[in-house]
């Protein structure tokens, strides 16, 4: 049966598996960041892929994103959870904390804006952006984890690698956003 689950690893975020199988995916928009690890959480073959490279060869504006999107559906994944390494920019989300991102704000330059551009092109709500079954999953997980954990978020996204200046920080703080990242 083909992994259903596929987990994007973010910063500092390579492996997950010990046991696995890589698999390498050659798709429409090229190769993907890293050969695809397989491997079993809980009786379950998930697939993992480092958002970066196993490296860390992509910077954020690099990442192979449709690439990584299209290998990971190739392989029967039909549920995509995704992990970043973020900076707070409020006092009440700190270091350590979880945070389930509920909405975001793209001050990127350089990226496509969707997957489904060209020959693909199709209008998509991003209204509400994260898949609310896998928020519901995330914050259930969470609650029994016994960690830090905002069930809400807005993420700013910037483009990267150039961390932000002091007055660009304050505003993203200003706005009320949560937390800052580059992917």
């Known amino acids: 049966m083909p992994p259903v689950l596929g987990i994007i ?19 429409p928009f090229g190769q ?5 690890s ?10 993992f892929l480092p958002r970066h490279g196993k490296n860390h060869d992509f910077l954020p504006s690099e990442v192979p994103y449709k690439a990584n999107l299209a290998a990971l559906k190739q392989l029967g994944v039909s549920q995509i959870l995704g992990f ?3 900076g707070s ?3 009440s989300y700190r270091k350590g ?15 496509e804006d969707t997957i489904f551009s060209g020959k693909q092109g199709a209008h998509i709500s991003s209204a509400f952006p994260y898949c609310e079954r896998m928020r519901a999953a995330a914050i259930s997980a969470l609650k029994d984890a016994d960690v ?13 690698p150039r961390f932000s200046t002091a007055a660009e920080s304050k505003w993203f703080h200003d706005q009320g956003w949560h937390t800052i990242n580059m992917t």
């Open 89 to 91: 920019l409020q006092k």
């Open 148 to 160: 830090p954990a905002h069930p809400e978020g807005t993420v700013v996204v910037i483009e990267g």
């Open 9 to 27: 690893g973010g910063t500092g975020f390579y492996k997950l598996f010990d046991d696995v199988v890589e698999v390498e995916v050659e798709t």
């Open 84 to 86: 970043n390494t973020v």
């Open 97 to 111: 904390d979880f945070v389930v991102t509920s909405q975001f704000v793209d001050r990127t330059r350089r990226r």
């Open 32 to 36: 993907p960041s890293s050969p695809v």
């Open 38 to 47: 397989i491997g079993t959480i809980n009786g379950r073959e998930v697939a």
